[in-house]
């Protein structure tokens, strides 16, 4: 007896370009030309934006995070192709437009691997509109970033923040970023020590005597004096490197067995904490220094950290306060929550990177209070860096960012 002959599918498939091993993967939508009878995308346009605080997967490589009132999206993935019809955003692959954005929703584009092409027309209109348009490395770390330079045309606060780095006003405001560091690598082992208290009480005693040892600091910086931040930095930079010092002993005590972590590594780095905190200090470098181009401040005339070529000294200062509550808090829960992290050739994979990434935006979503109201972190970014600006024209104080523990 012949075995019965198999049910045609009802619903052939329409992807020629994926092979039928890769069927089980969700596709875009497609549909049968009528007139040439060959298969062809349909045009997915995304009106609603995710909930705030979510990320939003559209597709591979293209995912969407709600920023305050407007939307981030990030694009990833070699041969994908962006330009601008009417009002939108268009997103191809290949030469067939898959997705539209409204520009509207927008408030960045982030363009976050190589291969990803863009037209001169949509470069244009994301300026015309404020719109930043940002580009990472596969490491996380922003390489270029582009705006109008109607963005920066007030140039009052330029003046005054060059005039500073000479007066009693770069000391000031120097003294403020070692002191607000200070106190969230503090507040930050405090944090994750009190997990070790009733756990582990020999452990909680280390990272709460090294805790200590850090708040004693701050009063030591602010009798530091000087007119100039030149008279001042080493001395600044010296209390800077003690509290950094006694700060990763603490976090070594407080990831104890779970990761790989001989102290803090720069560049070159070969385990996974210090790959996962390079990672994300790139893609929080990119968030100070698109707040410091908006605010109308020169991203190359820092105060605590000196200037040297290509070096973004004024973004280094404005990092040092968001480093505990953004990204080191996000590695420290990563590791301690066992989540894998893949390595190759010393650098994060695409899986741990994208889900990593998606760690760090979320923490930018999240609130903390400030002055009594509470506010996303990318929105207390943007108000340092214009907060900074009424400094430096002496029209109010600066107050670093603290977070709450």
């Known amino acids: 007896m012949n075995p019965p002959a198999p049910e045609p599918n009802p619903l052939p498939r ?17 549909q049968i030309n009528l007139f040439t009878g060959e298969p062809e995308a349909v045009v997915v346009p995304i009106e609603t934006e995710p909930p705030d605080g979510e990320e939003r997967i559209i597709d591979e490589g293209i995912r969407m995070v709600k920023t305050g009132d407007t939307s981030q999206v990030v694009l990833s993935g070699f041969g994908m192709y962006l330009s601008k019809k009417s009002e939108r955003l268009l997103v191809r692959q290949g030469k067939t437009v898959v997705y539209e954005f409204p520009l509207f929703r927008l408030s960045e584009v982030v363009v976050a691997s190589r291969g990803v092409s863009l037209s001169s027309d949509l470069i244009e209109e994301l300026c015309q509109r404020g719109i930043r348009l940002s580009f990472l490395t596969g490491g996380g770390k922003p390489y270029a970033m582009l705006s109008s330079p109607m963005l920066t045309a007030t140039v009052i606060s330029r003046r005054e923040q060059l005039a500073a780095i000479a007066d009693e006003r770069g000391v000031e405001f120097a003294k403020l970023i070692v002191t607000g560091k200070l106190t969230n690598q503090e507040r930050l ?5 009190k997990y070790l208290k009733q756990a582990d009480p020999e452990r909680f005693a280390r ?3 090294l805790a200590d040892q850090i708040a004693e600091l701050r009063p030591a910086v602010q009798r530091i004096a000087g007119q100039r ?13 003690t509290g950094g010092r006694l700060y990763w002993d603490g976090v070594k005590e407080i990831i104890g067995q779970r990761g790989e972590f001989m102290g803090r590594e720069h560049r070159g780095a070969t385990d996974a904490v210090n790959a996962l905190l390079n990672y994300g200090y790139g893609i929080l470098y990119s968030q100070v220094w698109g707040a410091v181009l908006n605010a109308g401040l020169e991203p190359f005339a820092g105060f605590l950290h000196v200037d040297r070529p290509g070096k ?3 973004v280094l200062d404005l990092v040092e306060e968001f480093r505990q509550p953004v990204v080191d808090r996000t590695v420290i ?10 390595l190759k050739a010393g650098m994060l994979d695409e899986e741990t990177r994208s889900r990593y990434a998606a760690k760090i ?8 209070t400030v ?6 972190i990318k929105s207390i970014i943007q108000m340092q860096a214009r907060s900074l600006c009424t400094f430096l024209r002496r029209e109010g104080a600066y107050q670093p960012f603290g977070f709450k523990w």
């Open 207 to 209: 990272v709460d005597r």
């Open 371 to 376: 002055k009594g109201k509470k506010y996303q």
């Open 189 to 193: 082992l405090r944090y994750f020590g």
């Open 333 to 342: 829960a990563h590791i301690n929550l066992g989540e894998a992290v893949t």
């Open 361 to 368: 935006l979320e923490r930018l979503e999240s609130t903390e």
């Open 229 to 241: 931040i030149d008279d001042v930095r080493d001395s600044l930079m010296g209390y800077e490197g």
């Open 14 to 30: 329409i992807h020629p370009e994926v092979a039928a091993p890769e069927a089980a993967r969700e596709l875009p939508p497609a």
């Open 312 to 314: 973004p000294s004024l």
